[in-house]
């Protein structure tokens, strides 16, 4: 069998990947420790995100004719790529978040919804909340004026119904009598 043939379903499984996914970060993990790549992937595989070491030349083969294809140019030295088919932010929120205390590991660039983004748009791309806490910011931030406009029209409602205020006291104060 030819090395072509051996290595054609790795190109596959890269290219079946990168197909469904919404974003992917390239990497060059040289100089981290087993135990910070054994930390790194845990982390990344608990938010949903594929985390592989390939071959360069296997990529760029996957690569072809897709959005990914715009990382050809960083396909050099040793590469791992992230990948999520979820979360958009979760591979560069991750991984710029770990080189912090890991500072051997090297953002080199990233694919976000067929975007192209450099090492500098990596980091401030991981700077942005999950998706669901933006959701939950978005829901409050609307919940928020709605809440007060209901309670303003109840007290409205409240004022009207107990007219001049005396008669409102008085009912309250029946309820207690008979108590």
């Known amino acids: 069998m030819a090395k072509v ?10 290219a079946a990947q990168v197909k469904n996914a919404k974003s992917a970060v390239l990497v060059d993990y040289r100089g981290l420790t087993v135990e910070q790549d054994t ?8 938010a949903g995100v594929v985390y592989k070491v390939y071959k360069n030349t296997l990529m760029k083969r996957a690569f072809e004719g ?11 030295g040793p590469s791992a790529l992230a990948v999520s088919s979820d979360d958009v932010t979760a591979p560069a929120r991750i991984i710029v978040k770990f080189s912090k205390k890991a500072d051997k590991l ?10 192209y983004y450099d090492a500098a748009a990596i980091q401030e791309l991981s700077e942005i909340p999950p998706r669901e806490e933006l959701l939950s910011r ?3 931030s609307i919940q928020s004026p709605i809440a007060n406009f209901a309670r303003v029209i109840k007290q409205i409602a409240e004022k009207k119904e107990g007219g001049d205020g005396e008669t409102a006291a008085a009912e309250t104060a029946e309820p207690a009598a008979e108590a």
């Open 138 to 140: 978005l829901l409050g």
């Open 39 to 46: 930390e790194l992937r845990k982390q990344l595989r608990e």
């Open 5 to 14: 043939e051996l290595k054609q379903p790795i190109v596959d499984a890269i």
């Open 66 to 76: 897709t959005d990914f294809s715009q990382l050809d140019k960083h396909l050099e």
């Open 106 to 115: 090297e953002v080199k660039a990233g694919i976000v919804e067929g975007t």
